[in-house]
């Protein structure tokens, strides 16, 4: 597993087609705009995701959860799509591969189709769309393959910079927000965030989030908020969440949710007693 930063803080990295990089420094030449980021979005991605044909199927060759790259089709388009089918939980404390220990282990599917729906309520638009889906007698999670991508170690290793830097921090925050109140434990991957040739980011790889634990991984890294979603995120109540994620989250996942949301939001009114509205808060 590699580390880096991920411009603000750390942050989690996944893989997809590498886009050709120019010079060190230098930005990539726009490409058509179905050259790259998501061929489909919201209900029409998710239909597209439920019912279309596989025609193709291929391992991916990296990541612990071996998901396969998959080719679909409904007859007048044709997408890929990555499927999961990992389902892991360990009760108790656990002594993990390659050190250290985690408590009430989880790599679940079920967290990616969670995260889609929780980046949803929250109205943040970096996870992509992601269903539950039976394959060949199979249940998993099936999720838009993001075209023409790079990672942000890539990003980092080619010294690329957005030229808005205020939308990309904006974007940097808001995968913060998702991690911290997802719990999602893979978060230092630098392999786990994409980034488009706009510098869209997008967030992936979500198996190993939405742990049970009540207290925020590394909340030194919440700094800025954007109200809009800190509205939302304030609005969230256990009735929304069994009903939009709880089909695969259970109950304890969602104590643990709700949890990190009230630490998040009295953080949020620390950071704004301490240095003020305009420091803390942004659109």
């Known amino acids: 597993m590699r580390y880096g930063r991920l ?33 489909l979005a919201g209900a029409e991605a998710e239909e597209f995701l439920k019912t279309a044909r596989v025609v193709d199927r291929k391992p991916i060759g990296k990541g612990v959860t071996r998901p396969d790259k998959l080719t679909l089709s409904d007859g007048a388009r044709t997408h890929h799509g990555i499927w999961k089918t990992i389902n892991e939980h ?22 990616e189709v969670a995260a889609y729906e929780l980046d949803k309520l929250l109205g943040l638009g970096l996870v992509p769309p992601t269903v539950e889906r039976r394959i060949d007698g199979r249940v998993g999670s099936l999720q838009m393959w993001v075209e023409g991508v790079m990672t942000e ?59 049970i634990q009540t207290d925020l991984m590394t909340p030194d890294d919440l700094v800025r908020f954007s109200r809009a979603a800190l509205e939302r995120l304030g609005a969230l109540d256990r009735p929304t969440l069994e009903a939009h994620l709880g089909p695969w989250l259970d109950k304890r996942q969602i104590d643990g949710l709700l949890a990190r949301r009230d630490k998040i939001l009295a953080l949020v009114k620390k950071r704004v007693a301490e240095k003020g509205e305009a420091a803390v808060l942004y659109p």
């Open 90 to 111: 360990r009760m108790g404390l656990q002594h993990l591969e390659g050190g250290g220990t985690e408590f009430d282990f989880r790599d679940s599917w079920k967290s």
């Open 7 to 39: 411009g603000l803080g750390w942050v989690a990295v996944g893989v997809a087609a590498v886009v050709p990089v120019p010079a060190r420094g230098q930005a990539p030449a726009p490409a058509p705009a179905a050259a790259y980021g998501l061929p």
């Open 153 to 211: 170690d890539d990003r980092q290793r080619k010294g690329l910079e957005s030229a808005d830097a205020e939308g990309w921090n904006a974007q940097m925050y808001r995968i913060r927000l998702l991690h911290e109140l997802s719990y999602n434990t893979d978060y230092r991957n630098v392999r786990n965030v994409l980034v488009d040739p706009s510098f869209r980011l997008y967030a992936i790889d979500s198996s190993r989030a939405f742990r």
